[in-house]
């Protein structure tokens, strides 16, 4: 096998010069195949033979033959072959050779046979030059084609007849001009009767015979026998012309050309055997036999002209109306495979044809549609009645689509949109309306659908852009922030100019690009995300807004990036109130600060203090009591009572300012409580004596009760000091004279309902069963606290009203202590009250755990 060339290559060699040089010389490069050199030698035995018969059977005294079919064979034969120079001019030769020799056979002189091969092959170059010289291939398809046979066969005839005729008068000593005249008709006549025969060979084959096809067939003979196979002296020649003509009409050309061949080799052959009317008539009024010939010819030549024309004009109606029903066809696949309704008007008014989709909308066949005044099938617009003929279908400029909404059976209100083309007649003058109908519901529905979502997001504005930024969008919410109105925005601004363009500047900058529409999508084309951020736009009147702008970009089904929208809200005053808060946040930041300083200072302002005030004070007891003591000499009772006042209000001073001191390590996180054993009873027994030392002058009931044995805790022994004074001075200080004050610790562990507490809290173990607790309970019948205030009683510089109200001497400190020092052991301390009746308050500390064993 042969390497393959590049297709490349192949096609530029075909298209430089294959092409080129097939063009210029059609097929003269094609092989001669066998079977076309098979079937030419044929032809020119053929050509031979046929001379040579012709030449016996010349009429008797004629000096040429009636008939020359070597002539007719030699043309179809080239008409077959087509437009191939190579081969037609092998045949050219052929036939020079064969007719020579056939000549010579016939008896002819070898001079005047050569004279005669010349002529013949002239003849066959001429008739081939005018049918096939062109490259066109020879066809009989029109009325056109037949005019080129004719001419053809005249041309080359005459060319034989003048040629003959010269080789007559010189070779054969005859006249030039009967001659050339005689050879000329009969070849004339040959050639037109046989030559089709080239053409038709080729084209299709007929199905199969039909009964139409004998009878006429045996019509044709039967007739052609009749008239030509008598001697009547009726002259009947023209009969088998309307025979011919049933053929020509009906049958195919290929069998016309064949009948035509037939009949005309009957007529010769009874012609030449004396039969027939026209050697009838010759032997009744004495014609010479050229005039017989003649006749015969004449005839011939009527008969091809009358039948091909017939024949050939019927074939090219069938043609154009085979074409016709295919581009009809064609027209209604087409029309029927669309979906779009159409419906084709005509010049009355009427519908003329419907297609399936618009029948289907109709809800009706065609044919019942069909011959309908167009304005019933549209009767719903009223400006459709008026139809084709009407001033705006003939006349006027067409009206454009138009929508109209379709009841359709099944598919129920369907929203069609019109548009119309004409047809219009040779004048120019319109005849047909061709309406077409898309049904555009679903778009429309959800055209609808997103312009309700837009407009009613009412205050979100959503812009929309193209790639360039030239707004495409602009909703409600759009017009209601920026008060533009969409039409004096949408395909008339960029984006851009909404931005405030000191903003865009500075963000051009911040990107590196050019400022315009860019900087808005710079980034969410960078990263092909959404970007949100705020911008400032400006509305109508110049008013700056702070948007939450969130852009996002609108893609074809490509990919491509095909513009942009935007979401955007107001939030001009969120961000102001942001700012305003942000501001009260920092201005509080520095008060608190500020204040946060100033407590300190005043805390180690009042530590100094009281650190300085206590060691004096110290000593000022330390000198009361040498003086009580009669240190310093006896003194008198006045002398006594007034330094046994010192000495209480001094002993006052000092728990004050030990409160002082203790809150301002507590305030400084500095509380540095011990965790040593220590015994309850003598710390509480100091307490109590202490007081009840200072209550003397009290009209009060005191109580104390103290368990047998230590009550035993891990604890800070100053700072429970200071818990049980601060306690036991509050319900001193706040019972009135004729109150009771009890104080009672007890050790407590397993729930002790109806124990030994000398009825305060009676036998209700509050908590935690099994943990060992200290309690010490401080029980008074005075002011109480209001119940309101309960919840405030441990925080510092509390007061209740009834103790200012009262002048009831303190801080507010005590009971904070109280607090920080109890939860720094692990214990609680509550209170209950009521007020005007008395309050309890209850300290609980863990028991340290060899006394809780023992307790046990
Ligand atoms: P101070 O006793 O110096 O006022 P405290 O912190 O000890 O400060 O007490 C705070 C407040 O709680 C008192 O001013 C008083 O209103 C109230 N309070 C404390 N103990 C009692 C009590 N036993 N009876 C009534 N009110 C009390």
């Known amino acids: 096998m042969p390497p393959r060339r590049p297709a490349l290559a192949r096609g530029a060699l075909l298209s430089s010069t294959g092409v080129l040089r097939r063009l210029a010389s059609p097929g003269e490069r094609a092989p001669l195949s066998r079977s076309w050199l098979a079937a030419l030698l044929l032809v020119l035995v053929g050509v031979v033979v046929l001379g040579g018969v012709a030449v016996r059977f010349a009429p008797a005294g004629s000096s040429v033959a009636v008939w020359w079919p070597a002539a007719g064979l030699a043309a179809a034969f080239l008409l077959a072959t087509g437009p191939d120079r190579r081969r037609a001019g092998l045949v050219v030769l052929g036939v020079l050779v064969a007719t020579g020799l056939a000549n010579w ?171 027939g009317p026209f050697a009838t008539a010759a032997r009744q009024s004495g014609y010479r036999p050229e005039t017989v010939g003649a006749l015969t010819q004449a005839f011939l030549v009527t008969a091809a002209v009358t039948t091909l024309a017939l024949a050939v004009s019927t074939v090219q109606r069938r043609t154009a109306l085979e074409a016709l029903r295919r581009e009809a066809q064609f027209a209604s696949v087409v029309l029927d495979s669309v979906t779009s309704s159409i419906v084709v008007v005509g010049p009355d008014g ?86 077409t109908g898309t049904d555009v519901t679903e778009e429309l529905a959800s055209r609808l659908f997103i312009e309700t979502v837009l407009n009613s997001a009412a205050a979100t504005a959503i812009i929309g852009t193209d790639r360039d930024g030239v707004i495409t969008l602009f909703n409600a919410g759009a017009t209601n922030l920026l008060g533009r109105a969409a039409e004096d925005v949408v395909g008339e601004l960029n984006w851009v100019e909404l931005h405030d363009p000191d903003e865009i500047e500075e963000a051009a900058r911040q990107q590196g690009v050019e400022p315009g529409p860019e900087v808005i999508v710079h980034e969410v084309l960078r990263t092909g995300e959404s970007r949100n951020r705020d911008w400032t736009w400006l509305t109508s009147d110049g008013q700056r807004i702070v948007v939450d702008h969130t852009t996002s970009r609108i893609l074809d089904p490509s990919g491509r990036v095909t513009g942009f929208l935007t979401v955007a809200e107001d939030v001009t005053q969120r961000r102001e109130a942001d700012l305003a808060t942000a501001q009260a946040l920092a201005r509080e930041r520095e008060a608190v600060e500020e204040l946060t300083a100033l407590d300190r200072t005043k805390t180690d302002f009042l530590s100094a203090v009281s650190h300085e005030l206590r060691t004096p004070l110290a000593s000022v007891l330390g000198y009361t009591e040498l003086l009580e003591d009669g240190g310093a000499g006896p003194l008198s009772p006045r002398q006594n009572e007034v330094v046994a006042r010192i000495d209480r209000n001094g002993r006052r001073l000092l728990a004050l300012i030990e409160d002082l001191l203790i809150n301002s390590r507590i305030e400084a996180g500095q509380l540095d409580l011990a965790h040593v054993p220590c015994d309850l009873v003598p710390v509480v027994e100091t307490v109590w004596d202490a007081a009840v030392v200072q209550a003397q002058h009290r009209d009060l009931d005191l109580r104390l009760d103290l368990p047998e044995g230590p009550v035993v805790v891990e604890g800070d022994p100053a700072a429970l000091e200071r818990v049980v004074t601060n306690l036991l001075s509050n319900a001193v200080k706040f019972t009135p004279d004729g109150g009771r004050v009890e104080l009672v610790l007890a050790a407590e562990g397993q729930p002790t309902v109806g124990g030994p507490d000398g009825g305060v809290d009676r036998g209700v173990a509050h908590w935690g069963q099994g943990v060992p607790m200290a309690r010490i309970a401080f029980r008074d019948t005075g002011i109480g606290i209001p119940h309101g205030d309960r919840g405030q009683v441990f925080r510092r510089f509390y007061r209740s009203a009834a103790a200012t109200d009262r002048a009831v001497p303190g801080t507010g400190l005590g009971l904070s202590i109280v607090k920080a020092v109890v939860d720094g052991l692990g214990g609680t301390v509550d209170v209950e009250s009521q007020e005007g009746a008395g309050s309890t308050f209850t300290v609980r500390l863990p028991l340290a755990r060899s006394t809780a064993k023992h307790s046990d």
């Open 105 to 275: 056979y016939g008896g002819r002189p070898p001079l005047a046979a050569a004279c005669f091969g010349v002529a013949n092959a002239a003849e066959s170059a001429v008739f081939w030059a005018c049918m096939a010289g062109s490259g066109r291939r020879p066809r009989l398809g029109s009325l056109e084609d037949l005019g080129r046979l004719l001419l053809a066969t005249v041309a080359g005839a005459a060319t034989f007849g003048l040629l003959a005729g010269a080789a007559v008068e010189l070779t054969l000593a005859g006249t030039f001009l009967p001659t050339a005249y005689a050879v000329a008709a009969s070849h004339a006549a040959a050639v037109l009767v046989i030559a089709p025969l080239g053409v038709v060979v080729r084209s299709r084959r007929s199905q199969r015979l039909r009964l139409e096809d004998v009878l006429q067939w045996v019509a044709l003979i039967g007739v052609t026998l009749a008239v030509f196979g008598t001697t009547r002296a009726v002259p009947l020649a023209f009969l088998p012309l309307p025979v011919l003509v049933w053929g020509a009409t009906r049958l195919h050309l290929r069998t016309v050309a064949a009948q035509l061949l037939v009949v005309s080799v009957v007529v010769i052959v009874l012609t030449n055997r004396g039969d």
């Open 350 to 435: 009427r519908v003329e044809r419907v297609n399936a989709m618009a029948a289907r909308y109709l809800g009706r066949q065609e044919s019942e549609v069909v011959g309908v005044p167009v304005g019933e099938v549209f009767p719903a617009d009223p400006a459709t009645s008026s139809a084709v003929p009407g001033a705006e279908g003939v006349e006027g400029v067409d009206a454009g689509p138009r929508e109209q909404d379709w009841d359709v059976d099944g598919l129920g209100v369907r929203r069609m949109v019109w548009s119309r083309g004409f047809l219009t007649d040779e004048a120019g003058r319109r005849t047909h309306e061709v309406r």
